[in-house]
């Protein structure tokens, strides 16, 4: 079950990078170092924990510790998937404010040369 916006056209992947393990996540990390990303496979501390969450919830789902308690761990369940799609929309609103800096900055640059 998952609400997770639809990739529409992810980036390409530079070199020595991978695609981040949390569903709808557009981030990457590096596989060509020792940091925790690479060790955890997420692109950042908000997609580990969020995706950990709801890994850990279908876990205990798995092993019936909400017989009886259909209807909460379905509020659960949509409350963490709904976290997971404001981190997609947030990462990619802080992406798209780090791209725009980084023209800003490269058109001063240019004006200044
Ligand atoms: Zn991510």
Redesign the pocket.
């Known amino acids: 079950m998952s609400t997770t916006p639809h990739r529409v056209s992810p980036r390409p992947l530079d070199p020595g990078r991978a695609r981040?393990h949390?569903e709808g996540?557009d981030?990457t990390f590096p596989t060509d170092s020792d940091s925790w990303r690479k060790a955890s496979a997420?692109?950042?501390w908000?997609?580990r924990t969020v995706d950990g969450s709801l890994y850990s919830l279908e876990r205990e789902s798995r092993k019936n510790r909400f017989d009886g308690l259909d209807d909460r761990y379905t509020e659960l369940w949509t409350q963490l998937v709904g976290i997971s799609d404001l981190v997609t929309e947030y990462?990619r609103s802080h992406d798209a404010m780090r791209r725009h800096r980084t023209h800003l900055r490269r058109t001063e640059e240019g004006h200044s040369q």
């Open positions: 981040c949390r996540c981030g997420y692109c950042s908000l997609c990462r």
